[in-house]
């Protein structure tokens, strides 16, 4: 017999309805208005308040399960309504990092008590992670990493020093990899921990940028700093393994809505308002190409992430995809940006310091080049794709043997 008292299976249109109205009541509260002119220390309390409120509707963490904080959705859910959620200028990336890589990965390799402690506050915004991979002489060449992890009784002694950390001088966790072994070959000799970033004999500092008045990378300092055994992530040794499995997430939480600058819908409009020839530049059929070619490669990479977030969904691994789309997407993520500042003339180049990059073109035109450095440069991305998915022979590399300490 059916049970009358069965809730209805939501459609996805009626969600994105659900979403919508639901966005569209807090703009008042925390959209681009409402942020002008914020510190960053008081547009992270208002980002941390919008977090809640999402986590509270289920819209923080879609995938993820309700037990834990998540909206127990599925990826089709996350991506109609980050679609939905990039119509505005709210303060989600201060998350970005925590949400994207750590809390995944903390899902994979923590005890459930650990669990349990720690990722419902993330997800809430109470908590923010860092990623501790790069360092000044291992950028791209993750393996050629020297921060020290040395055994010290139930734990290890960490020295040395990471670069390029976003969010770093807010974060109270962070997910790394360290060197635990150099007298092995390079990518052979890394361990991965997660440790409490509030430990002794961590400093952080900012890396300031070029664009804007503040920064979210930041170099971070080790002296002595002690990280329990029950910490590690994986096998001791097999820390390269898990930091590409981190690295493979990355490129899978990257989307066009949050790499932030003007959305295509924001471009069509400056192409309606700009003129070429006293006509609408949007009637010229360069521009109107330019849009095309746009809106066709966004769909493409679209179809490419809906594809593997479903078959990870179904539990396989993270694949090669993720290294495609990122390369094209920071690429196309440019292109816009240099397209939208021929667009608006002399009047795109005049920088607003209370707005961000996704309100701001000029802004987004300086930010965008580090999307094609940050989580793999172009270069790298390009050796993935050649190697996993066109199957060419790996390039020449006399280091790959031999033990880390006897490299010059």
């Not at 809730?7 to 509260?29: G, M």
């Not at 400093?203 to 008045?213: F, M, N, P, S, Y």
């Amino acid at each position: 017999m059916t049970d009358t008292m069965t809730k209805p299976v939501e459609s996805l249109s009626e969600y994105v309805d659900r979403a919508r109205a639901w966005l569209a009541a807090l703009e008042p509260r925390f959209g681009a208005e409402a942020r002008k002119g914020l510190s960053v220390e008081q547009d992270l309390a208002l980002a941390r308040e919008y977090q809640t409120l999402k986590s509270e509707a289920g819209y923080a963490c879609i995938t993820l399960p309700r037990e834990i904080g998540g909206g127990g959705g599925t990826e089709l859910h996350k991506i109609l309504f980050t679609q939905e959620e990039s119509k505005y200028d709210y303060p989600t990336v201060y998350f970005g990092v925590s949400l994207g890589m750590p809390v995944p990965m903390m899902l994979r390799y923590a005890d459930q008590e650990t669990i349990q402690r720690l990722i419902p506050p993330s997800i809430r915004g109470e908590l923010i992670w860092a990623q501790l991979f790069s360092e000044p002489a291992a950028g791209s060449d993750l393996a050629a990493l020297r921060t020290r992890a040395v055994r010290d009784g139930d734990g290890w002694r960490i020295d040395g020093q990471k670069l390029w950390t976003s969010w770093a001088q807010f974060a109270d966790y962070a997910i790394g990899v360290f060197r635990t072994d150099p007298t092995v070959a390079k990518h052979a000799g890394l361990t991965f921990f997660w440790l409490d970033m509030k430990s002794p004999g961590i400093t952080v500092k900012e890396v300031r940028k070029l664009a804007g008045k503040t920064s979210e990378i930041n170099e971070v300092f080790f002296d002595n700093v002690y990280v329990p055994d029950s910490q590690r992530m994986g096998e001791v040794g097999a820390g390269f393994r898990v930091a590409i499995e981190t690295l493979m997430i990355e490129r899978y939480s990257v989307t066009d809505e949050n790499m932030g600058g003007p959305s295509l819908y924001d471009v069509a409009k400056f192409a309606a308002n700009a003129r070429i020839n006293g006509r609408p530049a949007l009637d010229d059929g360069q521009v109107r190409h330019a849009l095309a070619d746009a809106l066709v490669e966004r769909q493409g990479l679209r179809s490419i992430h809906r594809r593997a977030l479903n078959a990870m969904a179904a539990g396989e691994e993270p694949g090669p995809e993720g290294s495609i789309r990122k390369l094209r997407l920071a690429r196309r993520r440019q292109i816009i940006a240099e397209l939208s500042l021929d667009l608006l003339g002399a009047q795109g180049i005049a920088l607003d310091p209370e707005v961000s990059r996704a309100q701001d073109a000029a802004w987004s035109w300086i930010e965008i080049p580090g999307g094609r450095i940050a989580g793999g440069t172009d270069e790298i991305l390009r050796n993935t794709i050649a190697e996993k998915v066109l199957g060419l022979p790996q390039d020449y590399r006399p280091d790959k043997k031999v033990p880390f300490n006897q490299i010059g």
